[in-house]
């Protein structure tokens, strides 16, 4: 049967207009253009002294400014100074590159560090579980890598960043001034990005790949927390579900809201909140978002067998290999000194010294607290608990770390490693989640504690110009940063508390939704009998600890 | 010919091998068990859910004699794993009705 003339013309009309749409963004003449061979990458524009004053000074646009007849005077002056020394001029494009080059490789090795901390978590995981499921939590943590990632280059990294030039340019690595444009949402409104699909075309440039394998390493932390929570009771293919769920969606959305110049960054200029919603490296953006997944997921998946009894108190499944849960932690702190310095992206930044101190000092007194607290309530240390509890610390302090003391480090620490415990024992005793390896405490909870503290503890020492807040003075002083409640900036505080939950709730709630539908359609749990066996043979077809095979010998 | 099965602390195999030993038994077998007699075993807090470790690790030791042997080996059993606290193990003897030993096909008590 042909088409009617009408339809065809209205085809015609439609695959023109979504021609139009596709190409005419890569086509207009002032957009800017891609640089995969990173040699356009870094120049005079991009050198700045360590206070963060700019070497070439730029034409003033806003003629209506109070400012502008001293930015022009100052612009002129450059200009005329330019042109009696063109060495220095040229000279000053190679010193920017190489600005850029050393935060390249800074932030590209930081995010190999992170990578690592992949093995860190599979070791801690596989360890706290029992050994007939060593396999099964190796390929959890092992397909979480693999496919959260082919999600994330699909659309993840597109959703997160792809508007990121419009609010957030990443000075430290060259702007990436071709992700400049949302999906949902507009200026300072930005709600999901819309560049770099499959980090093809305005993608496909070296400054937005060094952020790319730098942001995809914090999106896969992600997505290996859940492991820890629905580990021992989920089906494999209902697992990979999750993890592209996290690559593709629920990670990137959130992320595009604060790191990505979205809403929730933008409202301390938009709603006169602080410096708009703060989080350094991740405590929420990365952790909270993670463990309250996690939740989401332990609740609809329920307790493994036998973990409660009739009488609904909770038994005890001990881990299998203590060698692994303390060697995975050591990783993984080891690991955290690329997660939380690299993300200035920079290490022309040099906070970065005292954000790697801050995460350590809020790791072993996270470790401490937890011990202690562990040992006046049971008699003994537990060795599960004490590594929970320097992940707790790490975990919380990944928010302030750049914006802290020390001795609030350790403060935030022990804050940690008391609400890691407690969390521990209030899922395990009265709201009966069953979380194997603490994932919703460690990483949900401690999440959310580390983004309130930075509403809390931040003095002001960092973080001037915050999200375009408070560039040249905030609260009345010159050079101010972010600043929290003790410091006496309470909207601060607001803001933090209120987009701490807001994370919470996002990820719980999108988490709960999606998957009770998907477990209606088809129940994402084992069958009781694979549980009872261990999931290692059942999914795989392979035991961890294989029992010796008897061989003939011909 | 008898079996003897020795439920036996592990950290008592040295004593109880010298024991034997000084005797002339020159052969035996150990397989790991778990058990618990009076001893009991005792509760721990993982993560605060409370368990109990019912079940302590012990050795048994399989030992064939011939009848007239059968009480001088009991003895030195005895003897390398008592201790005298609660624990220290049990010793059961059982009748056999045949041994061959594989490589000659002897059977009897020369295949003991």
Same mark, same amino acid.
């Given at each position: 049967m042909t088409m009617s003339a009408?339809?065809?013309r209205l085809y015609c009309l439609l695959l023109a207009v979504g021609l139009y749409g596709l190409l005419a963004p890569a086509t207009r003449a002032d957009e800017p253009k891609p640089d995969p061979a990173g040699i356009a990458t870094g120049d005079k524009t991009t050198v700045v002294d360590a206070a963060?004053?700019?070497?070439?000074?730029?034409?003033?646009?806003?003629?209506?400014?109070?400012?502008?007849?001293?930015?022009k005077k100052d612009f002129d002056d450059y200009q005329s100074q330019a042109a009696k020394e063109p060495l220095a001029v040229k000279l000053a494009d190679s010193v920017g590159h190489i600005r850029i080059a050393t935060n390249f490789a800074w932030t590209l090795n930081t995010g190999y560090l992170v990578l690592f901390m992949q093995a860190g978590f599979a070791l801690l995981t596989c360890g706290l579980v029992r050994k007939k499921n060593a396999g099964h939590l190796m390929m959890l943590n092992f397909a979480a890598y693999?496919?959260?990632?082919?999600?994330y280059y699909a659309v993840g990294?597109?959703?997160?960043?792809?508007?990121?030039? $419009?609010?957030?340019?990443?000075?430290?690595?060259?702007?990436?001034?071709?992700l400049n444009q949302y999906l949902i949402g507009s200026g300072q409104w930005g709600f999901l990005g819309g560049k770099g699909f499959f980090l093809a075309g305005p993608a496909y440039d070296a400054g937005s790949n060094c952020l790319t394998l730098f942001e995809v390493v914090f999106m896969e932390t992600a997505g290996y927390i859940i492991v820890g929570a629905i580990c021992e009771r989920i089906t494999f293919w209902a697992f990979l579900l999750c993890e592209l769920f996290i690559g593709a969606i629920l990670y990137p959305v959130f992320g595009c809201w604060v790191?990505?110049?979205?809403?929730?960054?933008q409202i301390g200029s938009t709603l006169n909140l602080g410096h708009g919603y703060v989080d350094f490296a991740g405590s929420t953006v990365v952790h909270a978002v993670g463990?309250?997944?996690?939740?989401?997921?332990?609740?609809i998946l329920g307790p493994r067998l036998g973990k409660y009894g009739k009488d609904g108190k909770p038994r005890a499944f001990p881990a299998h290999n203590l060698v692994y849960v303390v060697t995975g932690t050591f990783i993984l702190l080891f690991g955290w000194m690329g997660f939380n310095p690299g993300s200035t992206l920079g290490a022309t930044d040099l906070r970065i010294s005292v954000v790697a101190v801050n995460t350590n000092l809020a790791a072993v007194a996270g470790s401490a607290a937890a011990l202690l607290l562990w040992y006046f309530m049971f008699g003994k240390p537990d060795v599960t608990m004490a590594c929970n509890g320097m992940l707790a610390g790490l975990v919380a302090i990944t928010a302030p770390c750049a914006f802290v003391s020390p001795t609030s480090a350790v403060v935030i620490g022990v804050l940690?490693?008391?609400? $890691?415990?407690?969390? $521990?024992?209030?899922?395990?005793r009265v709201t009966k989640i069953d979380d194997p390896c603490g994932a919703i405490s460690v990483h949900g909870f401690c999440g959310w504690l580390g983004a309130v503290c930075v509403g809390i503890f931040a003095d002001g020492t960092y973080g001037s110009g915050w999200n375009g807040v408070g560039a040249t003075s905030y609260l009345g002083h010159p050079g101010q940063g972010v600043t929290g409640l003790i410091h006496g900036d309470s909207r601060q505080f607001l803001c933090q508390l209120g987009g701490a939950t807001l994370c919470a709730l996002w990820a719980f709630g999108a988490t709960y939704i999606v998957f009770s539908v998907v477990n209606k359609i088809k129940p994402m749990r084992v069958s009781p009998e694979v549980e009872r066996e261990g999931l290692d043979v059942p999914e795989f077809g392979m035991q961890a600890y294989p029992e010796d095979a008897v061989v003939t010998v011909e | 010919m008898k079996r003897i099965d020795s439920i036996i602390r592990p950290q008592n195999l040295d004593s109880v091998k010298e024991h034997l030993t000084a005797i002339g038994v020159e052969a035996l077998t150990i397989t790991e068990v778990r058990g618990f007699g009076r001893q009991k075993g005792h509760s721990e807090f993982y993560r605060g859910a409370e368990y109990a470790v019912d079940f302590v690790p012990k050795l048994m030791l399989t030992i064939l004699a011939a009848d007239n042997r059968v009480d001088e080996i009991v003895k030195a059993i005895a003897a390398g794993a008592r201790t005298g606290k609660m624990g220290d193990g049990k010793i059961f003897v059982t009748p056999l009705d045949e041994v061959v030993r594989i490589r000659t096909g002897e059977v009897g008590d020369s295949a003991i």
């Open positions: 009408a339809r065809r963060g004053n700019s070497f070439a000074v730029p034409a003033p646009t806003d003629k209506n400014s109070p400012d502008y007849p001293k930015n693999v496919f959260a990632f082919l999600a990294y597109a959703f997160q960043f792809g508007a990121v030039a $419009v609010n957030a340019a990443p000075g430290n690595l060259g702007g990436i001034p071709t790191w990505g110049g979205g809403w929730l960054s463990g309250f997944c996690a939740m989401a997921l332990a609740v940690a490693g008391i609400l $890691v415990c407690l969390g $521990v024992l209030f899922n395990e | -």
